[in-house]
């Protein structure tokens, strides 16, 4: 399994209440296609509290869409921070692990650094 998901706990802003919610650290297509909807919608790591207040939660993820052979990196800010950067490169380790390869794929090699 090459996804990955993190969690966090924020109290909600409207009602105070304490929630673990579940993030994307690594998004593989082949595993969650569903991920592609809302990465368009803009949901893609939104979380709505009990109460109905919605969140879109920024951190930095990645993408992976290995038949179109793409690593796309999403980062929590726009311009990226050099943290970005780092979590990035940690993340496409981690993918790269996962395929369990001592010669990974072509696309990901060269997005390793």
Known sequence: MISQTIQLQCDCQRCSAPTTWTLWSIVDLTEHPEALDELASDTINSVTCDCGNTYCLHIPFVIHDAPNELVIFVPAF????????QTCTRLITNIVAAVNSRDPPRYLQNVVT
């Open 78 to 85: 726009d311009p990226p921070m050099d943290a970005d950067f």
